[in-house]
């Protein structure tokens, strides 16, 4: 199965250009493992993607290393979704700011620390199946709250794995990026069964 979001997807959302070669992979799928649109998503598929062993080992080690310089793969992760027009307008205090004032903004940094500290909250509840699953619907919920669309949430982890990669360095290989994969489409589709049901 493969990883990141499909053509039709960041076409629609002009992200097709920034995710060329290195994002080929299919992040979202039905159960018959066939590549979906975020549009078909409003149905989400009725089984939950099941996160191995092996992908949360690798996730774990990875995130000792990535956690060092959270801020920075935060900053660069928003900043790539930040470049569509769409999501960047769902942010009221990032709506008219150039790149360059993004960058400098505390309140980008605010919101990147936050975001972070959830995916840490997540990783480290890895081995606690309900209490993950808890936090991920109370994320879901929130982002309700917020007028979030769903098919925004697709498009976090593809961001999340460029931004993750300068900072593996070496340790960047195709296992890191699947195990990263796998979790955002776990987290996208739990988040996605308080926001769509």
Same mark, same amino acid.
């Not at 979202?28 to 149905?43: A, I, K, Q, T, V």
């Not at 480290?124 to 309700?144: C, N, P, V």
């Given at each position: 199965?493969?990883?990141?979001?499909?053509?039709?997807?960041?076409?629609?959302?002009?992200?097709?250009?920034?995710?060329?070669?290195?994002?080929?992979?299919?992040?979202?799928?039905?159960?018959?493992?066939?590549?979906?649109?975020?549009?078909?998503?409003?149905?989400?598929?009725?089984?939950?993607?099941?996160?191995?062993?092996?992908?949360?080992?690798?996730?774990?080690?990875?995130?000792?290393?990535?956690?060092?310089?959270?801020?920075?793969?935060?900053?660069?992760?928003?900043?790539?979704?930040?470049?569509?027009?769409?999501?960047?307008?769902?942010?009221?205090?990032?709506?008219?700011? @150039? *790149? =360059?004032?993004?960058? &400098?903004?505390?309140? #980008?940094?605010?919101?990147?620390?936050? /975001? +972070?500290?959830?995916?840490?909250?997540?990783?480290?509840?890895?081995?606690?199946?309900?209490?993950?699953?808890?936090?991920?619907?109370?994320?879901?919920?929130?982002?309700?709250?917020?007028?979030?669309?769903?098919?925004?949430?697709?498009?976090?982890?593809?961001?999340?794995?460029?931004?993750?990669?300068?900072?593996?360095?070496?340790?960047? @290989? *195709? =296992?890191?990026?699947? &195990?990263?994969?796998? #979790?955002?489409?776990?987290?996208?589709? /739990? +988040?996605?069964?308080?926001?769509?049901?």
């Amino acid at each position: 199965m493969g990883l990141s979001c499909s053509k039709e997807l960041t076409e629609k959302f002009g992200f097709a250009e920034k995710m060329k070669e290195k994002n080929k992979r299919i992040y979202l799928c039905n159960d018959e493992g066939e590549e979906m649109s975020s549009s078909s998503m409003r149905g989400i598929p009725d089984t939950r993607p099941v996160l191995s062993a092996e992908c949360q080992v690798i996730v774990l080690e990875s995130w000792d290393i990535i956690k060092k310089d959270i801020e920075r793969v935060g900053v660069v992760m928003f900043m790539g979704l930040l470049e569509d027009e769409a999501i960047r307008g769902t942010f009221m205090s990032f709506r008219d700011k @150039t *790149p =360059e004032e993004l960058k &400098a903004s505390t309140a #980008l940094r605010s919101h990147v620390l936050r /975001v +972070m500290g959830a995916v840490e909250k997540v990783v480290a509840r890895l081995d606690q199946h309900e209490k993950l699953i808890t936090l991920l619907h109370d994320l879901g919920q929130r982002h309700m709250a917020y007028n979030a669309r769903p098919e925004f949430l697709d498009l976090v982890g593809p961001q999340f794995n460029n931004a993750i990669q300068p900072a593996l360095g070496d340790k960047w @290989t *195709p =296992e890191v990026e699947q &195990a990263w994969a796998d #979790l955002f489409r776990y987290i996208t589709h /739990v +988040m996605k069964e308080t926001m769509v049901m």
